[in-house]
């Protein structure tokens, strides 16, 4: 069973940076695509980055430039690098999968089925 871990989050000032992790367990990474969303208060989910099994990415433009994926598929687990952080990027970080997918979807929620419990990000300003 899939199963999706998110770690990483914290509070950081504006302009700092920060590495999220994704935990995949139960079934190996190297096959498919991961997707990042995040979740401001009162907002709805918004999809920000996708990697495929090629290591293909896929960004919003609200974090183009500003944000990377990565994965490691020996440690079975996806990167978020996060620099340049602004306070509009507090939110809950979540990572999502939709099975066999191996290449990027649209980053919208409806197309993933697996979901981590998300970590928190705060950047004050």
């Known amino acids: 069973q899939l199963q999706l871990v998110e770690s990483g989050g914290g509070l950081v000032q504006a302009g700092g940076s920060l590495r999220l992790s994704c935990v995949v367990r139960g079934v190996s990474l190297e096959h498919f695509a991961i997707a990042w969303f995040r979740q401001a208060p009162g907002k709805d989910p918004e999809g920000i980055s996708c990697?495929?099994?090629?290591?293909?990415?896929l960004y919003s433009d609200s974090v183009k430039g500003r944000f990377t994926a990565s994965r490691d598929n020996a440690k079975n687990t996806v990167y978020l690098q996060m620099d340049g952080l602004k306070p509009e990027d507090t939110a809950v970080y979540l990572c999502a999968a939709e099975l066999p997918l191996a290449t990027c979807p649209p980053l919208v929620r409806r197309q993933f089925e697996s979901w981590g419990q998300g970590t928190r990000v705060t950047v004050s300003s």
């Open positions: 990697i495929g099994f090629n290591d293909n990415t």
